[in-house]
């Protein structure tokens, strides 16, 4: 039997090169990867530098680089901190958003973190027992992969400005404020288990180890969630600095800022918690909203339905039989259909959808057309198993921050002769 067949060829070779530059014989990491898998070999990695001496955890080195890996312009869009995935790089690629294209999003510069030297603390008064677990102790958990998306609560937040004539606050996203990828770690619930969560636990909240501390709390049910992990691997890689490492919270379904990177503490409390981040900012603020509480708004949690075409803003097309792709995703459930338009929305033909259908991941879809020459738009609109569907940019409310746009967008698209 090949030592590759656990995982799959990259992610196999990838584990393999972490192992050996740890030290590692090969006859030692077949082993662990024929008992344990990817999980063991991590853990045994850890294992062979000498254990730091007592005493507190360092704090994280400052990084000079606000994103760590390399993020062309003819990959990503540049926002500062953040990095927008062009959605054209995927459309000859699978399922997944490799690493190296997955969109970045970061409230500030990227720690470097010592996985030596880190430590996960679970305290709060809603728990009887608090831990501290380092990441050997992590790695030697249970685990489990789930396929998830993630995408930032203003995904879309371009479109108020250029759709509503209305602009919002924040980074003008697109949509390649979204990925898609295999994501293994531990169930948030077992390590609240370990730590004995109280029945009178109301709310769970991640903290970062980022220079913000960036930290937003979620009610015990949803941290409760068999899909809501405490994540160390992403795409069966080792879990890269842009994208949280050591460890960061996966919240499959709501806002990426729920899914905290870096993740140094979790505070569970038997009062709701409120902090910065669910009172002033990743609310709803505007005249068809309320403030709640001590809030200026509804907090936003779960995200909307949303379609996108794979293909550069905007588009250049040749006359003729044409067939594109693109990727459709709900935090509902799994995407039922998705129907095109290429007369501005007068009428919509059904896209077929291709490979994987995964809840709160999404699909890919592909969509042949016979393009005349000339400016034309592109609409795809989705719908999920649960009958969730985009609607009209006419019925997207306003908001301050411009979070939530869910309506179908127009892709603008030259087709020359």
């Not at 000079?64 to 890996?69: A, D, N, T």
Request: glycine fraction near 10%.
């Amino acid at each position: 039997m090949s030592w590759k067949q656990p995982l799959r060829d990259r992610q196999a070779d990838r584990l393999w090169d972490r192992a050996r530059a740890s030290g590692m014989s090969r006859r030692v990491f077949l082993a662990l990867l024929a008992s344990g898998g990817a999980a063991a070999v991590l853990a045994a990695c850890a294992r062979v530098v000498p254990e730091p001496s007592a005493g507190p955890a360092p704090a994280p080195a400052p990084s000079s680089r606000p994103i760590h890996k390399p993020v062309p312009e003819n990959y990503f869009i540049p926002l500062g901190t953040n990095a927008e995935m062009r959605f054209e790089v995927m459309a000859d690629q699978t399922y997944i958003i490799p690493n190296s294209y997955f969109f970045v999003r970061s409230h500030t510069s990227a720690p470097l973190i010592d996985a030596k030297t880190w430590r996960l603390r679970i305290e709060g008064d809603g728990v009887q027992r608090p831990l501290e677990l380092t990441y050997d102790d992590l790695l030697k958990m249970p685990s489990r992969t789930v396929t998830r998306f993630i995408e930032c609560a203003g995904n879309g937040r371009s479109f108020f400005a250029t759709l509503l004539d209305r602009p919002a606050e924040g980074g003008q996203w697109k949509l390649g404020a979204y990925g898609v990828a295999g994501w293994t770690g531990v169930p948030l619930r077992e390590l609240l288990k370990r730590a004995g969560i109280k029945q009178t636990a109301v709310d769970v909240m991640p903290t970062g180890l980022d220079s913000t501390a960036v930290e937003r709390p979620m009610p015990v049910a949803r941290a409760m969630e068999e899909d809501t992990i405490v994540a160390y691997m992403m795409n069966g890689e080792i879990l890269p600095p842009d994208h949280g490492f050591p460890v960061r919270v996966i919240v499959p379904g709501w806002v990426g800022i729920n899914s905290i990177k870096w993740v140094g503490k979790i505070t569970v409390s038997e009062e709701r918690i409120y902090v910065e981040k669910n009172t002033t900012n990743y609310v709803l603020i505007g005249p068809d909203y309320a403030p709640e509480g001590p809030a200026k708004g509804p907090p936003v949690t779960t995200q909307t339905v949303k379609s996108a075409c794979a293909l550069p803003w905007p588009a250049a097309l040749k006359a003729g039989p044409q067939k594109i792709t693109g990727y459709a995703w709900s935090a509902f459930g799994k995407i039922a259909r998705v129907e095109v338009s290429i007369d501005g929305g007068g009428s919509f033909q059904d896209a077929v959808l291709v490979g994987p259908n995964v809840e709160r991941a999404g699909s890919r879809w592909e969509f042949s057309f016979n393009a005349g020459p000339g400016p034309m738009t592109i609409i795809p609109r989705a719908i999920d198993d649960e009958g969730n569907s985009q609607y009209d940019v006419s019925a997207q409310k306003w908001n301050q921050l411009g979070y939530l746009f869910g309506a179908t967008v127009p892709h603008p698209v030259n087709v020359s002769e």
